[in-house]
Protein backbone atom coordinates (compact mmCIF):
# COMPACT_ATOMS: atom_id res chain seq x y z
CA UNK A 1 0.00 0.00 0.00
CA UNK A 2 2.75 2.65 0.87
CA UNK A 3 5.31 3.19 -2.07
CA UNK A 4 7.66 4.71 0.11
CA UNK A 5 7.13 3.21 3.69
CA UNK A 6 8.55 5.83 5.62
CA UNK A 7 7.79 4.37 9.09
CA UNK A 8 6.97 7.45 11.01
CA UNK A 9 7.22 6.91 14.85
CA UNK A 10 7.58 8.99 17.27
CA UNK A 11 8.32 8.28 20.81
CA UNK A 12 5.65 9.88 23.04
CA UNK A 13 2.20 9.32 22.56
CA UNK A 14 0.17 11.34 20.85
CA UNK A 15 2.26 14.66 20.72
CA UNK A 16 0.49 14.98 18.12
CA UNK A 17 2.47 16.06 15.99
CA UNK A 18 3.01 15.02 12.37
CA UNK A 19 5.27 14.68 10.30
CA UNK A 20 4.85 16.70 6.73
CA UNK A 21 6.89 14.19 4.91
CA UNK A 22 5.80 14.32 1.18
CA UNK A 23 6.24 10.87 -0.68
CA UNK A 24 6.17 10.43 -3.80
CA UNK A 25 3.64 11.16 -6.11
CA UNK A 26 2.06 8.19 -7.86
CA UNK A 27 -1.64 7.03 -7.88
CA UNK A 28 -2.82 3.82 -5.56
CA UNK A 29 -1.68 0.72 -6.82
CA UNK A 30 0.86 1.92 -9.20
CA UNK A 31 4.58 0.64 -8.37
CA UNK A 32 6.94 3.47 -6.92
CA UNK A 33 9.54 4.14 -9.09
CA UNK A 34 13.14 6.20 -7.92
CA UNK A 35 11.30 8.94 -9.65
CA UNK A 36 8.21 8.96 -8.07
CA UNK A 37 9.71 9.00 -4.73
CA UNK A 38 12.05 12.14 -5.43
CA UNK A 39 9.10 13.85 -6.86
CA UNK A 40 8.37 16.58 -4.04
CA UNK A 41 5.01 18.06 -3.79
CA UNK A 42 5.83 21.47 -2.19
CA UNK A 43 2.31 22.03 -0.98
CA UNK A 44 0.98 18.74 0.05
CA UNK A 45 4.49 18.61 2.01
CA UNK A 46 3.40 21.73 3.81
CA UNK A 47 0.32 19.73 5.72
CA UNK A 48 0.51 18.25 8.91
CA UNK A 49 -1.80 16.91 11.17
CA UNK A 50 -1.70 18.01 14.58
CA UNK A 51 -3.09 15.87 17.83
CA UNK A 52 -4.15 13.18 15.63
CA UNK A 53 -5.81 10.33 17.35
CA UNK A 54 -7.57 6.99 16.13
CA UNK A 55 -10.32 5.26 18.77
CA UNK A 56 -9.18 2.11 19.46
CA UNK A 57 -11.50 -0.60 17.82
CA UNK A 58 -10.72 -4.80 18.00
CA UNK A 59 -12.47 -4.85 14.07
CA UNK A 60 -14.51 -3.59 11.49
CA UNK A 61 -14.65 0.28 11.36
CA UNK A 62 -13.00 3.13 13.05
CA UNK A 63 -12.41 7.03 12.59
CA UNK A 64 -9.72 8.77 13.26
CA UNK A 65 -9.77 12.84 14.30
CA UNK A 66 -7.04 15.67 14.63
CA UNK A 67 -6.97 19.17 13.04
CA UNK A 68 -5.50 19.04 9.30
CA UNK A 69 -3.19 22.69 9.39
CA UNK A 70 -2.12 23.91 5.84
CA UNK A 71 0.65 26.24 6.06
CA UNK A 72 1.24 27.08 2.57
CA UNK A 73 0.12 29.68 0.71
CA UNK A 74 -1.79 27.76 -1.62
CA UNK A 75 -5.26 25.65 -0.95
CA UNK A 76 -4.76 21.63 -0.35
CA UNK A 77 -7.33 18.93 -1.84
CA UNK A 78 -7.27 16.11 0.15
CA UNK A 79 -9.19 12.98 -1.59
CA UNK A 80 -8.20 9.70 -0.36
CA UNK A 81 -6.27 7.97 2.29
CA UNK A 82 -4.58 4.62 3.05
CA UNK A 83 -3.32 3.10 6.33
CA UNK A 84 -1.55 -0.65 6.21
CA UNK A 85 -4.13 -2.08 8.99
CA UNK A 86 -7.73 -1.34 6.98
CA UNK A 87 -8.74 -2.90 3.86
CA UNK A 88 -9.42 0.78 2.75
CA UNK A 89 -9.76 4.11 3.93
CA UNK A 90 -13.10 6.35 3.35
CA UNK A 91 -13.51 10.26 4.04
CA UNK A 92 -16.61 11.06 5.67
CA UNK A 93 -19.24 13.67 6.89
CA UNK A 94 -22.14 13.73 9.12
CA UNK A 95 -25.35 14.22 7.26
CA UNK A 96 -29.11 13.68 7.81
CA UNK A 97 -30.12 10.28 6.88
CA UNK A 98 -33.42 9.47 5.53
CA UNK A 99 -35.08 9.14 8.87
CA UNK A 100 -33.50 12.77 9.53
CA UNK A 101 -31.53 11.29 12.16
CA UNK A 102 -27.43 12.59 11.50
CA UNK A 103 -25.02 9.63 9.79
CA UNK A 104 -22.11 9.46 8.58
CA UNK A 105 -21.35 9.07 4.81
CA UNK A 106 -18.34 9.06 2.55
CA UNK A 107 -17.22 13.10 1.27
CA UNK A 108 -16.74 12.65 -2.65
CA UNK A 109 -15.65 16.03 -2.90
CA UNK A 110 -12.91 15.24 -0.06
CA UNK A 111 -11.43 17.71 2.38
CA UNK A 112 -9.73 20.90 1.34
CA UNK A 113 -7.68 22.63 3.60
CA UNK A 114 -7.27 26.23 2.49
CA UNK A 115 -3.99 27.76 2.23
CA UNK A 116 -2.51 28.95 5.72
CA UNK A 117 -5.41 27.53 7.11
CA UNK A 118 -6.86 24.50 9.08
CA UNK A 119 -9.63 21.77 8.89
CA UNK A 120 -10.69 19.92 11.83
CA UNK A 121 -11.66 16.22 11.94
CA UNK A 122 -13.74 15.75 14.63
CA UNK A 123 -16.12 13.08 16.43
CA UNK A 124 -19.48 14.35 15.03
CA UNK A 125 -17.84 15.68 12.14
CA UNK A 126 -15.91 15.02 9.11
CA UNK A 127 -13.21 12.67 9.89
CA UNK A 128 -11.38 9.45 8.42
CA UNK A 129 -12.80 5.93 8.24
CA UNK A 130 -10.71 3.27 8.48
CA UNK A 131 -13.59 0.61 6.74
CA UNK A 132 -12.39 -2.22 7.80
CA UNK A 133 -9.81 -3.07 10.04
CA UNK A 134 -7.52 -5.94 8.87
CA UNK A 135 -5.77 -5.80 12.65
CA UNK A 136 -6.43 -4.60 16.22
CA UNK A 137 -5.85 -1.09 17.07
CA UNK A 138 -5.17 -0.69 20.72
CA UNK A 139 -4.77 2.07 22.80
CA UNK A 140 -1.90 4.19 23.23
CA UNK A 141 -0.35 2.32 19.78
CA UNK A 142 0.72 4.15 16.60
CA UNK A 143 -0.64 4.08 13.09
CA UNK A 144 -0.01 5.30 10.20
CA UNK A 145 -1.99 7.21 7.66
CA UNK A 146 -1.13 8.58 4.32
CA UNK A 147 -3.35 11.35 2.78
CA UNK A 148 -3.23 11.46 -1.33
CA UNK A 149 -4.13 14.61 -2.45
CA UNK A 150 -5.99 15.71 -5.84
CA UNK A 151 -2.74 15.73 -7.67
CA UNK A 152 -1.64 12.56 -6.53
CA UNK A 153 1.18 13.53 -4.04
CA UNK A 154 0.81 12.01 -0.39
CA UNK A 155 1.64 13.15 2.95
CA UNK A 156 1.93 10.44 5.89
CA UNK A 157 0.84 11.33 9.20
CA UNK A 158 0.33 9.73 12.69
CA UNK A 159 -2.95 8.95 14.84
CA UNK A 160 -2.41 7.38 18.31
CA UNK A 161 -4.91 5.11 19.37
CA UNK A 162 -7.34 6.00 22.58
CA UNK A 163 -9.88 3.98 24.46
CA UNK A 164 -13.19 6.22 22.99
CA UNK A 165 -16.63 5.58 23.81
CA UNK A 166 -18.41 7.93 21.40
CA UNK A 167 -17.96 8.40 17.50
CA UNK A 168 -20.58 5.84 17.29
CA UNK A 169 -22.03 7.24 14.52
CA UNK A 170 -24.46 5.42 11.92
CA UNK A 171 -22.60 4.80 8.58
CA UNK A 172 -24.91 5.29 5.13
CA UNK A 173 -22.92 3.29 2.42
CA UNK A 174 -23.01 1.01 0.41
CA UNK A 175 -21.15 -3.05 0.81
CA UNK A 176 -19.63 -1.88 3.82
CA UNK A 177 -23.33 -2.24 6.09
CA UNK A 178 -24.31 0.06 9.07
CA UNK A 179 -22.57 -1.10 11.65
CA UNK A 180 -20.94 2.29 12.67
CA UNK A 181 -18.02 3.11 13.95
CA UNK A 182 -15.84 -0.01 15.98
CA UNK A 183 -15.15 -0.38 18.95
CA UNK A 184 -15.19 -1.68 22.36
CA UNK B 1 8.45 25.80 39.14
CA UNK B 2 6.09 28.68 38.40
CA UNK B 3 4.06 27.93 41.29
CA UNK B 4 4.16 30.70 43.71
CA UNK B 5 6.69 29.85 45.93
CA UNK B 6 5.78 29.04 49.65
CA UNK B 7 7.44 29.66 52.90
CA UNK B 8 9.13 26.31 52.22
CA UNK B 9 10.68 27.41 49.36
CA UNK B 10 11.74 30.62 51.11
CA UNK B 11 13.30 28.64 53.65
CA UNK B 12 15.35 26.43 50.96
CA UNK B 13 16.92 29.33 49.52
CA UNK B 14 17.37 31.30 52.49
CA UNK B 15 18.57 28.73 55.56
CA UNK B 16 22.42 28.50 54.49
CA UNK B 17 22.79 32.39 55.03
CA UNK B 18 19.82 33.07 57.26
CA UNK B 19 19.44 29.97 59.51
CA UNK B 20 16.22 30.70 61.81
CA UNK B 21 15.64 34.19 60.62
CA UNK B 22 14.64 32.57 56.64
CA UNK B 23 11.05 32.79 58.13
CA UNK B 24 11.15 35.92 58.51
CA UNK B 25 12.83 37.27 55.52
CA UNK B 26 9.98 35.30 53.44
CA UNK B 27 7.29 36.88 54.82
CA UNK B 28 8.62 40.48 54.11
CA UNK B 29 9.18 39.21 50.84
CA UNK B 30 5.88 37.85 50.11
CA UNK B 31 4.13 41.09 51.75
CA UNK B 32 6.23 43.42 49.72
CA UNK B 33 4.94 41.97 46.62
CA UNK B 34 4.13 44.62 44.49
CA UNK B 35 1.83 43.17 41.54
CA UNK B 36 -2.11 42.67 43.21
CA UNK B 37 -2.84 39.53 41.87
CA UNK B 38 -5.18 38.86 38.78
CA UNK B 39 -8.39 37.35 40.76
CA UNK B 40 -8.25 34.12 39.02
CA UNK B 41 -4.33 33.86 38.99
CA UNK B 42 -4.71 30.54 41.88
CA UNK B 43 -6.82 29.25 38.60
CA UNK B 44 -4.40 30.10 36.08
CA UNK B 45 -0.94 28.90 38.05
CA UNK B 46 0.58 25.91 36.47
CA UNK B 47 3.43 23.74 37.65
CA UNK B 48 6.02 22.43 35.13
CA UNK B 49 5.62 18.47 34.02
CA UNK B 50 8.56 17.90 32.68
CA UNK B 51 12.29 17.91 34.84
CA UNK B 52 14.04 15.67 36.61
CA UNK B 53 11.59 14.81 39.29
CA UNK B 54 7.76 14.46 39.04
CA UNK B 55 6.05 17.38 40.01
CA UNK B 56 3.68 17.03 43.17
CA UNK B 57 6.62 15.76 45.32
CA UNK B 58 8.22 18.82 46.72
CA UNK B 59 5.57 21.25 45.24
CA UNK B 60 4.04 23.15 48.13
CA UNK B 61 0.62 21.22 49.01
CA UNK B 62 -1.79 22.29 46.34
CA UNK B 63 -5.62 22.59 48.01
CA UNK B 64 -6.78 19.54 46.85
CA UNK B 65 -5.61 16.22 45.98
CA UNK B 66 -7.16 12.45 44.74
CA UNK B 67 -5.01 9.75 45.49
CA UNK B 68 -5.96 6.97 42.58
CA UNK B 69 -5.08 3.47 43.11
CA UNK B 70 -5.24 0.97 39.86
CA UNK B 71 -4.95 -2.84 39.28
CA UNK B 72 -3.55 -4.01 36.17
CA UNK B 73 -5.80 -6.18 34.59
CA UNK B 74 -4.89 -9.61 32.99
CA UNK B 75 -2.71 -10.14 30.40
CA UNK B 76 -1.22 -6.71 30.42
CA UNK B 77 2.56 -6.70 29.85
CA UNK B 78 5.47 -4.33 29.08
CA UNK B 79 4.41 -3.93 25.71
CA UNK B 80 1.22 -2.90 27.21
CA UNK B 81 2.69 -0.71 30.12
CA UNK B 82 4.24 1.11 27.30
CA UNK B 83 1.22 2.35 25.36
CA UNK B 84 -0.96 3.41 29.07
CA UNK B 85 2.33 5.09 29.76
CA UNK B 86 3.13 7.25 26.53
CA UNK B 87 -0.93 7.82 26.81
CA UNK B 88 -0.86 9.27 30.66
CA UNK B 89 2.16 10.79 29.73
CA UNK B 90 0.69 12.68 26.86
CA UNK B 91 -2.62 14.01 28.69
CA UNK B 92 -0.62 14.46 32.05
CA UNK B 93 1.47 17.19 29.71
CA UNK B 94 -1.69 18.41 28.30
CA UNK B 95 -3.67 19.01 31.07
CA UNK B 96 -1.49 20.17 33.54
CA UNK B 97 -0.50 23.25 31.24
CA UNK B 98 -4.17 23.74 31.34
CA UNK B 99 -5.10 22.30 28.04
CA UNK B 100 -7.67 19.59 27.33
CA UNK B 101 -6.83 16.24 26.99
CA UNK B 102 -5.92 14.34 23.34
CA UNK B 103 -9.82 12.98 23.43
CA UNK B 104 -10.84 15.39 26.08
CA UNK B 105 -14.86 15.10 25.95
CA UNK B 106 -14.93 18.18 28.44
CA UNK B 107 -12.27 20.39 27.16
CA UNK B 108 -13.91 23.47 28.71
CA UNK B 109 -13.28 21.70 32.08
CA UNK B 110 -9.18 21.66 31.80
CA UNK B 111 -9.06 25.08 31.32
CA UNK B 112 -8.37 25.71 34.71
CA UNK B 113 -5.25 24.30 35.41
CA UNK B 114 -4.90 25.82 39.20
CA UNK B 115 -1.43 24.38 39.67
CA UNK B 116 -2.59 20.72 38.78
CA UNK B 117 0.43 18.14 39.33
CA UNK B 118 -0.34 14.39 38.26
CA UNK B 119 2.46 11.84 39.81
CA UNK B 120 2.33 9.02 38.76
CA UNK B 121 3.61 5.68 40.83
CA UNK B 122 4.28 1.93 40.65
CA UNK B 123 3.04 -0.56 42.41
CA UNK B 124 5.15 -3.97 42.86
CA UNK B 125 2.80 -5.27 40.25
CA UNK B 126 3.91 -2.88 37.56
CA UNK B 127 7.60 -4.60 38.01
CA UNK B 128 5.94 -8.14 37.88
CA UNK B 129 3.33 -7.53 34.59
CA UNK B 130 6.92 -5.41 32.72
CA UNK B 131 8.94 -8.66 33.76
CA UNK B 132 11.12 -6.60 35.82
CA UNK B 133 11.41 -8.27 39.02
CA UNK B 134 15.14 -7.69 38.75
CA UNK B 135 14.67 -4.24 39.02
CA UNK B 136 12.53 -3.99 41.94
CA UNK B 137 13.71 -2.04 45.03
CA UNK B 138 13.45 -4.00 48.32
CA UNK B 139 11.24 -1.67 49.72
CA UNK B 140 8.66 -1.62 46.72
CA UNK B 141 6.66 -4.18 48.71
CA UNK B 142 3.43 -3.76 51.47
CA UNK B 143 4.90 -2.32 55.20
CA UNK B 144 5.88 -4.76 57.46
CA UNK B 145 2.08 -5.35 59.74
CA UNK B 146 2.35 -2.82 62.85
CA UNK B 147 0.37 -3.67 65.92
CA UNK B 148 -1.90 -0.47 65.24
CA UNK B 149 -3.04 -1.28 61.63
CA UNK B 150 -6.71 -2.41 61.37
CA UNK B 151 -5.87 -2.20 57.72
CA UNK B 152 -9.02 -2.84 55.31
CA UNK B 153 -8.42 -4.37 51.67
CA UNK B 154 -10.51 -1.34 50.47
CA UNK B 155 -7.96 1.22 51.00
CA UNK B 156 -4.56 -0.82 50.31
CA UNK B 157 -2.73 -2.03 48.07
CA UNK B 158 -2.34 -1.00 43.80
CA UNK B 159 -0.29 -1.55 41.21
CA UNK B 160 -0.41 2.11 39.53
CA UNK B 161 -0.95 5.13 41.83
CA UNK B 162 -2.33 8.30 40.40
CA UNK B 163 -1.83 11.41 42.49
CA UNK B 164 -4.04 14.03 41.48
CA UNK B 165 -3.27 17.44 43.09
CA UNK B 166 -4.41 21.22 42.21
CA UNK B 167 -6.08 24.26 43.96
CA UNK B 168 -9.28 23.64 42.60
CA UNK B 169 -11.62 20.51 42.65
CA UNK B 170 -12.65 20.41 39.39
CA UNK B 171 -9.82 20.53 37.85
CA UNK B 172 -8.68 17.16 40.32
CA UNK B 173 -12.11 15.56 39.44
CA UNK B 174 -11.68 16.46 35.69
CA UNK B 175 -7.93 15.18 35.73
CA UNK B 176 -9.30 12.07 37.49
CA UNK B 177 -12.23 11.07 34.84
CA UNK B 178 -9.74 11.77 31.89
CA UNK B 179 -6.63 9.63 32.95
CA UNK B 180 -8.74 6.47 34.33
CA UNK B 181 -10.68 6.36 31.54
CA UNK B 182 -7.79 6.62 29.28
CA UNK B 183 -6.30 3.82 31.06
CA UNK B 184 -9.83 1.59 31.11
CA UNK B 185 -8.48 -1.33 28.46
CA UNK B 186 -5.42 -1.18 31.26
CA UNK B 187 -6.25 -1.25 34.33
CA UNK B 188 -9.58 -0.65 37.03
CA UNK B 189 -9.65 1.54 39.61
CA UNK B 190 -9.29 0.40 43.40
CA UNK B 191 -9.72 2.58 45.68
CA UNK B 192 -10.03 6.56 45.43
CA UNK B 193 -8.89 8.65 48.19
CA UNK B 194 -9.89 12.53 48.27
CA UNK B 195 -7.93 15.38 50.81
CA UNK B 196 -7.86 18.79 51.27
CA UNK B 197 -5.87 21.53 52.25
CA UNK B 198 -6.65 25.52 53.07
CA UNK B 199 -8.13 26.94 49.66
CA UNK B 200 -5.84 29.42 48.09
CA UNK B 201 -6.11 32.72 49.15
CA UNK B 202 -7.77 31.84 52.72
CA UNK B 203 -3.78 31.60 54.65
CA UNK B 204 -0.62 33.45 53.96
CA UNK B 205 1.10 31.17 50.83
CA UNK B 206 3.67 29.04 52.85
CA UNK B 207 1.32 28.37 56.46
CA UNK B 208 2.09 24.60 57.47
CA UNK B 209 -1.83 22.93 57.38
CA UNK B 210 -3.52 22.09 59.70
CA UNK B 211 -4.90 18.65 60.22
CA UNK B 212 -8.52 17.90 61.24
CA UNK B 213 -7.62 17.43 65.10
CA UNK B 214 -6.38 21.19 65.23
CA UNK B 215 -3.12 20.20 64.92
CA UNK B 216 0.02 22.20 62.76
CA UNK B 217 0.98 19.39 60.84
CA UNK B 218 3.74 19.53 58.70
CA UNK B 219 6.63 21.24 60.42
CA UNK B 220 9.50 19.43 61.06
CA UNK B 221 10.11 17.85 57.20
CA UNK B 222 13.30 17.72 55.13
CA UNK B 223 13.54 20.98 52.79
CA UNK B 224 13.71 20.85 49.25
CA UNK B 225 16.73 22.09 47.55
CA UNK B 226 18.85 21.64 50.22
CA UNK B 227 21.26 18.63 51.32
CA UNK B 228 18.15 17.30 52.74
CA UNK B 229 17.70 16.28 48.78
CA UNK B 230 19.16 13.10 49.20
CA UNK B 231 16.44 11.92 51.92
CA UNK B 232 13.69 12.72 48.83
CA UNK B 233 15.13 12.05 45.67
CA UNK B 234 17.15 8.36 44.57
CA UNK B 235 20.23 8.82 43.38
CA UNK B 236 22.67 6.52 41.44
CA UNK B 237 22.36 3.41 44.37
CA UNK B 238 19.01 3.17 43.45
CA UNK B 239 18.06 1.32 40.03
CA UNK B 240 18.17 3.44 36.54
CA UNK B 241 15.05 3.83 36.08
CA UNK B 242 14.27 5.24 39.50
CA UNK B 243 17.22 8.27 39.35
CA UNK B 244 15.23 10.97 39.81
CA UNK B 245 12.48 9.48 42.12
CA UNK B 246 11.09 8.70 45.48
CA UNK B 247 9.81 6.04 46.99
CA UNK B 248 5.77 6.63 48.52
CA UNK B 249 3.69 5.62 51.27
CA UNK B 250 0.18 6.24 51.49
CA UNK B 251 -1.62 5.48 54.84
CA UNK B 252 -5.00 6.44 55.59
CA UNK B 253 -5.27 6.90 59.30
CA UNK B 254 -8.83 7.47 60.82
CA UNK B 255 -9.15 9.61 63.28
CA UNK B 256 -11.98 9.66 66.86
CA UNK B 257 -12.81 12.97 67.02
CA UNK B 258 -15.10 12.11 69.24
CA UNK B 259 -12.32 10.72 72.05
CA UNK B 260 -10.20 13.23 71.07
CA UNK B 261 -12.61 16.05 72.17
CA UNK B 262 -12.36 14.41 75.16
CA UNK B 263 -9.40 15.94 75.97
CA UNK B 264 -8.52 19.34 76.70
CA UNK B 265 -5.95 21.80 75.26
CA UNK B 266 -2.69 21.69 77.84
CA UNK B 267 -3.42 17.33 77.16
CA UNK B 268 -3.81 17.73 73.61
CA UNK B 269 -0.24 19.88 73.35
CA UNK B 270 1.33 16.97 75.83
CA UNK B 271 0.11 14.30 73.10
CA UNK B 272 2.05 15.66 70.20
CA UNK B 273 4.41 18.16 71.79
CA UNK B 274 3.82 21.13 70.17
CA UNK B 275 1.59 24.12 71.03
CA UNK B 276 -1.92 24.14 69.17
CA UNK B 277 -1.98 28.25 68.61
CA UNK B 278 1.39 28.00 66.27
CA UNK B 279 2.83 24.58 66.62
CA UNK B 280 5.57 25.77 68.39
CA UNK B 281 7.51 22.82 70.61
CA UNK B 282 6.51 22.77 74.18
CA UNK B 283 9.90 24.23 74.43
CA UNK B 284 9.73 27.43 72.80
CA UNK B 285 7.73 29.94 70.93
CA UNK B 286 8.18 29.77 67.77
CA UNK B 287 6.93 27.09 65.25
CA UNK B 288 10.39 26.26 63.36
CA UNK B 289 11.86 26.46 66.38
CA UNK B 290 13.74 23.10 67.39
CA UNK B 291 12.19 21.11 70.13
CA UNK B 292 14.90 20.66 73.43
CA UNK B 293 13.63 17.03 74.08
CA UNK B 294 16.26 17.36 77.08
CA UNK B 295 14.00 20.25 79.10
CA UNK B 296 12.70 19.21 82.24
CA UNK B 297 10.02 20.86 84.21
CA UNK B 298 10.64 21.98 88.06
CA UNK B 299 9.63 18.51 88.74
CA UNK B 300 12.27 16.88 86.73
CA UNK B 301 9.48 15.61 84.29
CA UNK B 302 10.60 15.80 80.31
CA UNK B 303 8.28 18.88 78.98
CA UNK B 304 7.72 16.98 75.74
CA UNK B 305 6.88 14.00 77.15
CA UNK B 306 8.20 10.03 76.93
CA UNK B 307 4.86 9.41 74.52
CA UNK B 308 4.87 12.50 72.75
CA UNK B 309 4.32 11.70 68.87
CA UNK B 310 7.54 14.40 68.07
CA UNK B 311 9.83 12.65 70.26
CA UNK B 312 8.83 8.83 69.14
CA UNK B 313 8.87 10.37 65.67
CA UNK B 314 12.31 11.13 65.30
CA UNK B 315 15.29 8.94 66.01
CA UNK B 316 19.09 9.40 66.33
CA UNK B 317 19.96 8.54 63.33
CA UNK B 318 19.69 11.35 60.93
CA UNK B 319 18.87 8.93 57.99
CA UNK B 320 15.00 7.83 59.50
CA UNK B 321 13.70 11.41 57.95
CA UNK B 322 11.09 11.70 55.26
CA UNK B 323 8.87 14.45 53.33
CA UNK B 324 5.54 14.01 54.34
CA UNK B 325 2.80 15.37 52.47
CA UNK B 326 -0.57 14.39 53.49
CA UNK B 327 -4.16 15.83 53.33
CA UNK B 328 -6.97 15.90 55.37
CA UNK B 329 -9.95 13.41 54.52
CA UNK B 330 -13.60 14.22 56.16
CA UNK B 331 -16.17 11.57 54.68
CA UNK B 332 -20.13 10.74 55.27
CA UNK B 333 -19.92 9.10 58.63
CA UNK B 334 -21.58 5.60 58.54
CA UNK B 335 -24.92 5.65 60.48
CA UNK B 336 -25.10 6.43 63.91
CA UNK B 337 -21.76 7.75 63.80
CA UNK B 338 -20.54 11.83 64.06
CA UNK B 339 -17.55 12.13 61.76
CA UNK B 340 -15.58 9.85 59.46
CA UNK B 341 -12.32 12.34 59.34
CA UNK B 342 -8.67 11.57 59.15
CA UNK B 343 -5.34 11.86 57.32
CA UNK B 344 -4.57 10.53 54.08
CA UNK B 345 -0.86 10.32 55.37
CA UNK B 346 1.53 10.56 52.24
CA UNK B 347 5.39 10.57 52.60
CA UNK B 348 7.96 10.42 50.12
CA UNK B 349 11.17 8.95 51.01
CA UNK B 350 14.28 7.64 49.21
CA UNK B 351 14.34 4.28 50.60
CA UNK B 352 11.43 3.37 52.53
CA UNK B 353 12.80 0.36 54.63
CA UNK B 354 15.82 2.57 55.78
CA UNK B 355 14.17 6.18 56.28
CA UNK B 356 10.26 5.29 56.74
CA UNK B 357 9.87 2.13 58.27
CA UNK B 358 11.93 2.10 61.67
CA UNK B 359 9.87 5.76 62.69
CA UNK B 360 6.71 3.86 61.78
CA UNK B 361 8.03 0.83 63.80
CA UNK B 362 8.48 3.54 66.96
CA UNK B 363 5.52 4.82 66.79
CA UNK B 364 4.22 1.40 67.12
CA UNK B 365 5.75 1.28 69.87
CA UNK B 366 4.85 3.97 71.22
CA UNK B 367 3.17 6.97 70.68
CA UNK B 368 0.35 8.41 72.95
CA UNK B 369 -1.30 9.65 69.76
CA UNK B 370 -2.00 5.87 68.34
CA UNK B 371 -5.52 6.31 71.09
CA UNK B 372 -7.01 8.40 68.84
CA UNK B 373 -5.95 7.52 65.65
CA UNK B 374 -5.86 4.05 63.14
CA UNK B 375 -4.43 3.29 60.63
CA UNK B 376 -6.83 1.56 58.30
CA UNK B 377 -5.35 1.38 54.57
CA UNK B 378 -1.62 1.18 53.35
CA UNK B 379 0.26 0.91 50.21
CA UNK B 380 3.57 1.24 49.03
CA UNK B 381 5.15 3.01 45.54
CA UNK B 382 7.69 3.70 44.09
CA UNK B 383 7.83 7.17 41.89
CA UNK B 384 10.09 7.29 38.65
CA UNK B 385 12.22 9.95 37.86
CA UNK B 386 10.35 12.90 35.93
CA UNK B 387 10.48 12.86 31.87
CA UNK B 388 11.97 15.26 29.57
CA UNK B 389 9.85 16.28 26.29
CA UNK B 390 9.97 13.50 24.09
CA UNK B 391 10.18 10.82 26.84
CA UNK B 392 7.37 9.02 28.64
CA UNK B 393 7.20 8.68 32.13
CA UNK B 394 8.50 5.26 33.33
CA UNK B 395 10.22 4.71 29.91
CA UNK B 396 13.68 4.10 31.82
CA UNK B 397 11.74 0.32 33.22
CA UNK B 398 10.02 0.02 30.69
CA UNK B 399 12.02 0.50 27.54
CA UNK B 400 16.07 0.87 28.96
C1 LIG C 1 -3.33 10.77 61.91
C2 LIG C 1 -2.06 10.51 62.16
C3 LIG C 1 -1.03 11.56 62.47
C4 LIG C 1 -1.18 12.81 62.96
C5 LIG C 1 -2.47 13.50 63.32
C6 LIG C 1 0.14 13.38 63.09
C7 LIG C 1 0.40 14.65 63.55
C8 LIG C 1 1.64 15.19 63.67
C9 LIG C 1 1.91 16.49 64.19
C10 LIG C 1 0.87 17.47 64.66
C11 LIG C 1 3.24 16.68 64.16
C12 LIG C 1 4.00 17.89 64.63
C13 LIG C 1 4.23 18.92 63.59
C14 LIG C 1 5.11 18.45 62.47
O1 LIG C 1 6.35 18.41 62.60
O2 LIG C 1 4.55 18.12 61.45
C15 LIG C 1 3.82 15.49 63.61
C16 LIG C 1 5.16 15.29 63.43
C17 LIG C 1 5.68 14.18 62.84
N1 LIG C 1 5.01 13.05 62.48
FE1 LIG C 1 3.06 12.73 62.65
N2 LIG C 1 1.05 12.46 62.65
C18 LIG C 1 0.38 11.34 62.29
C19 LIG C 1 0.93 10.18 61.82
C20 LIG C 1 2.26 10.00 61.57
C21 LIG C 1 2.82 8.82 60.99
C22 LIG C 1 2.07 7.58 60.56
C23 LIG C 1 4.15 9.05 60.87
C24 LIG C 1 5.23 8.15 60.32
C25 LIG C 1 5.27 6.86 60.48
C26 LIG C 1 4.41 10.37 61.39
C27 LIG C 1 5.64 10.95 61.42
C28 LIG C 1 5.89 12.20 61.91
C29 LIG C 1 7.21 12.81 61.90
C30 LIG C 1 8.47 12.21 61.34
C31 LIG C 1 7.06 14.04 62.51
C32 LIG C 1 8.17 15.06 62.75
C33 LIG C 1 8.90 14.72 64.00
C34 LIG C 1 9.99 15.72 64.24
O3 LIG C 1 11.04 15.63 63.62
O4 LIG C 1 9.77 16.63 65.04
N3 LIG C 1 3.24 10.91 61.80
N4 LIG C 1 2.81 14.59 63.31
CU1 LIG D 1 -17.20 7.43 9.49
Redesign the interface.
Known amino acids: MFHTRTRLS ?7 LVLGVAVGAAGCGDSPTAADAATEKPSVSSLVLI ?1 G ?1 VK ?1 ADHGMTGA ?1 GKLVNSSGADIHIVSATSPITKSMELHEMAHGDGGEMVMREKTDGFVVAAGGEYRLEPGGDHLMFMELTSPI ?4 DVPVALTAEDGSRVEVSV ?1 A ?3 T ?1 ANENYQGGEHGDDGHGG ?1 | MARRLGRRAFLASGAAVLGGAAALGGRELLDADPEPAAPDSPGRATVAFHGEHQAGVVTPGQAFASFVALDLVDGVDREALVRLMRVWTDDIERLTRGAPGLTDTEPELAAVPAGLTVTVGYGPGVLTAAGREDLRPGWLTPLPAFGVDRLQEAWSGGDLLLQICADDEITVAHAVRVLVKEARTFATVRWVQRGFRNSPGTVTPGTTMRNLMGQVDGTSNPIPGTEDDRLIWIGPEGPAWLHGGTGMVVRRIAMNLDTWDELDRPAREQVIGRRLDNGAPLTGTHEHEEPDLEAMTELKLPVIESFAHIRRARSDDPDHRFLRRSYNYDESPPAGELSNSGLVFVSFQADIDAQFTPIQRRLDQLDLLNQWTTPIGSAVFAVPGGCRPGEYLGQRLLEP
Open positions: HRLAGTADWAFQPGQVRSYGH
